[in-house]
């Protein structure tokens, strides 16, 4: 066979390709078409692929019927935002929390090596869109994302088993230190603003700059509490151990002013949880209680401030701060402490919380219900407190906080004037002995009353404050 007549043989082999497409193209419909090319492209790819190493996976954004956004794209997006945004080349900003975080995201189409136990993976983030001139209601319908995992079939096993859950350890590790966090409390049921869901929580953002470095206490106790706490927080696999909910308890009590609050703060600040703050007198029924507990996520610290003042106890603590402050006629105490019962009575009928139903949300079955929670009752009076109540197992720890001691004055010292030591030092460790001011007087205390006050007028005006204490208290 010479070369001419091997050419003439091509040329016709292309001719006939030629005929073939214009007669596809002239009277085939183009849905058919459309359909034909998919499949053949479907077929020559899997072809192809069957000699290629390599695996895929994808994970598109929007998954069901109704387009929910996928929680595996979700965590993945925030896991590749986070470990290889320095390795990409092409990224995407934007801004979160308020325009105050910038957040970078893989670009479309953009490729990444991510490296796991010494093995490389590719993710690309892939986006088409659809060429179809419908309207959409549905976000991503016409838009469509993935990402697509890519790796060596010898590592397959590697890849889905620990892999996957390691991405998505890490991803909602990485959503959770990255969230805005919230202070919740509850109310009547209402329709969440975004969610459209009936809620019996609303929130704020949760912003308080308290923390265990500013709250005054001695120095053994609050390292005890901060370890406690760290530990319960690095704790699921042995809460998983030994067949326990992962929550755990806390009791703070003491007089007013000592930083119970103050406190309940610095451990959300300390572990970044979000507070659900519960009033429980504005809880109708145990079934209510129960899904308010439902309702709450994890990583959170469910607050019952002032425990005494609810249920069948409901009231007596505002009673008697209220008769405190009142220093009238006997006339008008007895007008308050009348007004004051009519409340009582409303409250008590508005919540039909029981005690069983309190201590089951803390420790029964319902109790296990997500998980990474702090349960933390505060009280002013102790002793008042039914014992089941505060059981080590449903208030593990017990914490009392106290009257100022000369290390929280130290504490508040530093924070409030910045001084570490000063002659009066001695003269104030001395009355602090002697008489009982909680760390909110001595705080108080120390706050310059205008700009020209320096720090010895504060520490002289702090002293003049105990001494008065000291011959009240005599
Ligand atoms: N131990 C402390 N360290 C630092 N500041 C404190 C401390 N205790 C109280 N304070 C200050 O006093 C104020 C009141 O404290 P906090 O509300 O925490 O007291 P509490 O124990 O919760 O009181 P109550 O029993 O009346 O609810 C706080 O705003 C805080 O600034
Ligand atoms: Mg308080």
């Excluded at 308020?98 to 983030?125: F, P, Q, R, S, T």
């Excluded at 976000?139 to 790796?151: A, C, M, Q, V």
């Excluded at 106790?221 to 308890?249: A, C, E, H, Q, T």
């Excluded at 004051?340 to 319902?366: A, F, Y």
Aim: aromatic fraction near 10%; hydrophobic fraction near 35%; include cysteine.
């Amino acid at each position: 066979m010479n070369t001419n007549h091997l050419f003439i043989k091509f040329g016709s082999f292309l001719a006939s390709i030629m005929f073939v497409k214009a007669m596809y193209e002239q009277y085939l419909p183009y849905r058919w078409r459309n359909s034909i090319s998919s499949i053949l492209y479907r077929y020559i790819y899997q072809f192809l692929s069957s000699f290629s190493p390599y695996h895929h996976i994808t994970f598109e954004e929007f998954t069901g019927e109704r387009f929910n956004r996928s929680e595996a794209f979700t965590i993945i997006e925030t896991y590749l935002s986070e470990k290889t945004s320095e390795k990409a080349r092409r990224l995407k900003g934007n801004f979160v929390k308020d325009g105050k975080d910038l957040v970078l995201g893989l670009a479309d189409n953009e490729e990444v090596i991510d490296e796991y136990e010494g093995v490389k993976v590719w993710w690309k983030c892939r986006r088409s869109v659809s060429r179809s001139q419908s309207i959409n209601i549905y976000p991503g319908s016409n838009d469509k994302r993935n990402f697509k995992l890519t790796f060596h079939s010898r590592y397959r096993d590697l890849i889905t088993k620990s892999y996957m859950t390691y991405i998505l350890e890490e991803g909602k590790a990485i959503t959770t230190r990255k969230r805005q966090r919230k202070l919740f409390t509850n109310v009547k049921e209402q329709k969440g603003a975004t969610s459209g869901r009936w809620t019996l929580w609303s929130h704020v953002e949760f912003k308080h700059p308290a923390t265990f470095d500013t709250l005054g206490m001695a120095e053994a106790k609050k390292n005890y509490i901060m370890n406690d706490l760290v530990r319960f927080s690095n704790s699921k696999d042995y809460y998983d151990k030994i067949g326990k909910p992962w929550k755990r308890g806390y009791l703070l009590y003491g007089p007013p002013g000592t930083g119970k609050s103050t406190m309940i703060v610095a451990i959300a600040n300390l572990l970044e949880y979000d507070i659900y703050d519960l009033e429980l007198t504005m809880v109708a029924d145990n079934t209510q209680l129960r899904r308010l507990l439902i309702e709450t996520s994890n990583k959170s610290i469910i607050v019952i401030e002032d425990i005494d003042c609810s249920l069948d106890l409901t009231g007596q603590r505002s009673s008697m701060k209220e008769e405190k402050k009142v220093k009238t006629s006997e006339d008008e105490k007895d007008k308050v402490k009348k007004v004051l019962k009519d409340r009582e009575q409303v409250e008590s009928k508005k919540s039909q919380v029981t005690l069983s139903g309190l201590l089951n949300m803390i420790d029964g079955i319902w109790s296990a219900v997500g998980e990474e929670r702090l349960i933390i009752f505060t009280t002013n009076y102790i002793e008042k407190l039914d014992q089941a109540l505060i059981r080590r197992g449903r208030m593990d720890v017990h914490i009392e906080l106290l009257y100022c001691c000369f290390e929280s004055f130290k504490v508040l010292a530093n924070n409030y004037l910045d001084v570490k030591s000063h002659p009066l030092f001695e003269t104030i460790k001395g009355l602090l002995e002697e008489t009982k001011m909680n760390p909110a007087d001595v705080a108080e205390n120390l706050m310059p009353k205008s700009l020209e006050l320096d720090v010895d007028d504060c520490l002289e005006n702090l002293v003049k404050a105990l001494e008065k204490v000291k011959l009240d208290y005599q």
